[in-house]
């Protein structure tokens, strides 16, 4: 009864529940997606720095 109410009077002001719903549902989808790639990135970053540093690392273990 009260969640009829709350959804009648929703949609008097002219918002659909359901295009709120699938909004806010889309905009979780977006979060998770950038934190992955966000994640991705940062590793692609440490993947970088490592390789940048290998032939020091090199130069290092030939001269021993």
Same mark, same amino acid.
Request: hydrophobic share 40%; net charge neutral.
């Given at each position: #009864?009260?969640?009829?109410? @709350? =959804? /009648? &009077? ?5 918002? =659909? !529940?359901?295009?709120?719903?699938? &909004?806010?549902? /889309?905009? +979780?989808?977006? &979060? +998770?997606? &950038?934190? +992955? *790639? ?5 590793? #692609?970053? $440490? *993947? $970088?720095? =490592? /390789?940048?540093?290998?032939? =020091?690392? /090199?130069? +290092? !273990?030939? @001269?021993?």
């Amino acid at each position: #009864m009260i969640a009829n109410l @709350a =959804d /009648k &009077t929703i949609n008097d002001h002219g918002y =659909d !529940l359901c295009g709120i719903a699938r &909004t806010i549902a /889309k905009a +979780v989808a977006t &979060t +998770v997606r &950038t934190t +992955v *790639l966000q994640t991705k990135i940062e590793q #692609m970053r $440490v *993947l $970088v720095d =490592d /390789k940048e540093r290998l032939p =020091d690392q /090199k130069e +290092v !273990l030939a @001269a021993t």
